[in-house]
Nanobody
Framework: QVQLVESGGGSVQAGGSLRLSCTAS??????????WGWFRQAPGKEREGVAA???????SYADSVKGRFTISQNNAKNTLYLQMNSLKPEDTAMYYC??????????????????????WGKGTLVTVSS
């Protein structure tokens, strides 16, 4: 059974930084053939894609986080990261990692919510105060 477990959330002041981690386990499909993404959902808002890494190592970011967030992987540890710098109050949300077989980053980022990812974590809360 596939499990994605997020960690690293917390409360920070605007301008601060956090690094989120997502550790994957229990799957047989090749980690390298998956598309991986970070998504977030703020109270009263729809879930949205934040950053994604595709099966070819391609990377995509939402415009709202470009230049501030960095997505990366440690393949040996089956771990996905999201380094978040210059955080803003509008970044406050529950952050989820997710994976989809055989996908590129653009698809994960822009279609993952509506078309469905194969696996989701339970989320980690990020709160940014002004």
């Amino acid at each position: 059974q596939v499990q994605l477990v997020e960690s690293g959330g917390g409360s920070v002041q605007a301008g601060g930084s956090l690094r989120l981690s997502c550790t994957a386990s229990g799957y047989t499909y090749s980690y390298y053939s998956m598309g991986w993404g970070w998504f977030r959902q703020a109270p009263g808002k729809e879930r949205e894609g934040v950053a994604a890494i595709g099966r070819a190592g391609d990377i995509s970011y939402a415009d709202s986080v470009k230049g501030r967030f960095t997505i990366s992987q440690n393949n040996a540890k089956n771990t996905l990261y999201l380094q978040m710098n210059s955080l803003k109050p509008e970044d406050t949300a529950m952050y989820y990692c997710a994976a989809k077989k055989n996908s590129y980053s653009g698809y994960v980022l822009f279609s993952g919510v509506t078309s469905g990812m194969d696996y989701w974590g339970k989320g980690t809360l990020v709160t940014v105060s002004s």
